[in-house]
């Protein structure tokens, strides 16, 4: 269900999660942060990988540059929503990994219903980029997943896995500061690998152990990088 242009302004919660879109002609890059402090015009959102962003040399960030961005908020009601809205950057504050956009007077909002029930029956396609590899098999293999779901993910192999092979997954959410390590890791189950084509698999996992903090923040994540039409 989409809301119209200026129907209903979002909450801008502190901790919400955004991504900021840049675009330089054929170019982009996706900036991930959450919001750290709401001013009258203004938001200041917390950017861990700022300097890397920075450093880019494809698309310049700097202030007045225009980006399109999405909020993920959940309201008091316990309904799950994605606003979207083009907006500029007003300053970047590179030792705090700060940028400051304005607040915007338009956007579009996506509704995804209630976050109960969106646990229960979570299924969507987005890709993150992860490392994987069989317990107790040192080679590493890097991969995209496919569909996150509420007990487990599915990625695209080359070669079949075997059902009940336990992999391990290493991940970062662009938007979190990992301050202990093996936050960023889980451990799954293969229950499925069905062949797609020539050398393509999709392999399905279940997860067998996962932080409750890095499973919320895997949905969290999904949800953030769906469309507003």
Known sequence: MFGLFGKKEPSFNIDSAIKMVAIEGNNWIDIYGVIENVKKDEIEIKVPLLPQYMANTLVPISPEKEVDTNLLEIHK??????????????????????IVISKPSKFKEKTFGKAKELLNNFDIEVEIDIEYNAVGVPHVQKG???????????????????????????????????????????????????????KKFETVLNYESIEDSLKNYLLEYSLLNQKVD
């Open 77 to 98: 009601d316990g309904s799950v929503k994605l606003f979207n809205f083009s907006t500029k950057i007003k300053d970047i504050l590179l030792s705090e990994r700060i």
């Open 144 to 198: 995209k997943t496919h569909r996150i779901f509420h007990n487990g993910i599915s990625l695209f192999t080359s070669i079949p896995i075997p059902v009940k092979t336990i992999i391990e997954v290493s991940l970062k959410i662009p938007y979190v500061e990992y301050a202990e390590k093996k936050k960023d890791k889980f451990t799954a189950s293969v229950v499925e690998s069905k062949q797609l084509e020539k």
